[in-house]
T-cell receptor, first 111, second 109 residues
């Protein structure tokens, strides 16, 4: 089955710890994206990558970091510098600049 | 940044009713997309629109790309309980998508 997987579905961390969220796709898409969603709000772009070994900041990149060493993988690290890390994180991939396909999301809770 | 205005913010309708929601922008865009998100899941692409004036259907869903390229509409006919969720519009902006804040749909059975 082709698709996007995110793991884990739920993640709990203590404040001050870095945490890495996984995103893998087997759709052979070139572009991958990370979004953050807060309750009652739309999706805000954190980082995106058009090709391997290259990525760009989105609208809310502060406190986050990414890598794109493989086409299939685009992990997101939420660092201790992110002031409000508790949120629902969504990964997406795309072969064009238009239609993006999303994973099931990871809900991160930091206490 | 670019902003999309989605309305209504939420809807609570009776099963079997038709639903209409829209998305507007102050700027022109050449691609409009509609997504549905169910609770705790990622958004699913419903319809993509690439041509001004285009009307596209997907089952009970119909979406239109406004002729001015500044708006789009999504209609759902004969709503059923599984239609509940958040419906997002999105536009293509360079290498990215910009999303509206969403319309929350609840259905009374």
């Amino acid at each position: 089955d082709g698709g996007i997987t995110q793991s884990p579905k739920y993640l709990f961390r203590k404040e001050g710890q870095n945490v890495t969220l996984s995103c893998e796709q087997n759709l052979n898409h070139d572009a991958m994206y990370w979004y953050r969603q807060d309750p009652g709000q739309g999706l805000r772009l954190i980082y995106y990558s058009q090709i391997v070994n290259d990525f760009q900041k989105g609208d809310i990149a502060e406190g986050y970091s990414v890598s794109r060493e493989k086409k299939e993988s685009f992990p997101l690290t939420v660092t201790s510098a992110q002031k409000n890390p508790t949120a629902f994180y969504l990964c997406a991939s795309s072969q064009t600049n238009y239609e993006q396909y999303f994973g099931p999301g990871t809900r991160l809770t930091v206490t | 940044g670019q902003q999309l205005n989605q309305s209504p913010q939420s809807m609570f309708i009776q099963e079997g009713e038709d639903v209409s929601m829209n998305c507007t922008s102050s700027s022109i865009f050449n691609t409009w997309l509609w997504y549905k998100q169910e609770p705790g899941e990622g958004p699913v692409l419903l319809i993509a629109l690439y041509k001004a004036g285009e009307l596209t259907s997907n089952g009970r869903l119909t979406a239109q790309f406004g002729i001015t390229r500044k708006d789009s509409f999504l209609n759902i006919s004969a709503s059923i309980p599984s239609d509940v969720g958040i419906y997002f519009c999105a536009v293509s902006y360079g290498n990215k998508l910009v999303f509206g804040a969403g319309t929350i749909l609840r259905v009374k059975s």
